[in-house]
């Protein structure tokens, strides 16, 4: 699987946000945050069960959409990709990166320091 353009993200999260739906539901998801008309969530929802992404339900009137892949299968894909494209597969130069620029609560670091004593790291 290729990665997910931020269109495919964008169909795909109102696909698992919804559980599924019709292209008219999906249209009135969609259109506030992208303007997208009716003929273009058809087009993407088209064009993404050509590409496995989207499994549609012909059998039932109006057609139900789902997404046809998992959202965690999907982030671990993404974080993956993004880990060796950027930080060359280093997860301690991300963490770092992150924690530079983003500082995080006390909660949050002993968690953080519990969860990389449980790893042995």
């Known amino acids: ?23 008219g539901g999906l249209t009135e998801v969609l259109h506030p945050d992208t303007g997208w008309s009716r ?22 009137s109006p057609h139900i ?17 993004f880990l060796r494209r950027v930080y060359q597969g280093s997860a301690g130069d991300l963490v770092a990166a992150f924690l530079k620029e983003s500082p995080i609560s006390s909660q949050e670091r002993e968690a953080l320091r519990r969860l990389l004593d449980e790893m042995e790291v």
Do not use: F, H, P
Request: charged fraction near 25%; hydrophobic fraction near 40%.
């Open 39 to 60: 003929s273009t969530v058809l087009t993407y929802l088209t064009r993404m069960e050509a590409k496995g992404l989207v499994s549609i339900d012909k059998t039932s």
């Open 1 to 23: 699987m290729a990665n997910l353009s931020e269109r495919e993200w964008t169909v795909l999260s109102a696909l698992w946000a919804s559980g599924g739906g019709t292209l």
């Open 65 to 81: 959409y789902r997404a046809a892949l998992n959202r965690d299968a999907c982030r671990a894909r993404e974080r993956q990709t």
